[in-house]
């Protein structure tokens, strides 16, 4: 889960880092080992609270069919 005194921007910049930055580094060594945006949504979907998830549906938002910028968009208001 993400931290609770951590911002949803902020895990969102170190899943990123930890993609463009440590996982070309790992074997086998492929430049297209890295996580897709999709995947990226999937991590942050699991690492935040149901209750996110609940308002999502709510609102009628549907992070599968957004890009990563308007899921952490999304996320960040909910955060407020």
Do not use: T
Not at 36 to 64: H, N, T, V, Y
Request: with cysteine; glycine share 2%.
């Amino acid at each position: 889960h993400k931290p609770a005194d951590m911002k949803v921007r902020s895990f969102y910049q170190h899943l990123v880092r930890v993609n463009n930055n440590e996982l070309p580094s790992l074997p086998p060594f492929d430049p297209a080992q890295n996580i897709l945006d999709d995947e990226l949504i999937d991590i942050m979907l699991s690492a935040c609270p149901k209750s996110w998830e609940r308002e999502m549906d709510r609102q009628g938002f549907d992070p599968m069919l957004k890009s990563i910028g308007e899921v952490v968009d999304f996320m960040e208001q909910i955060e407020r």
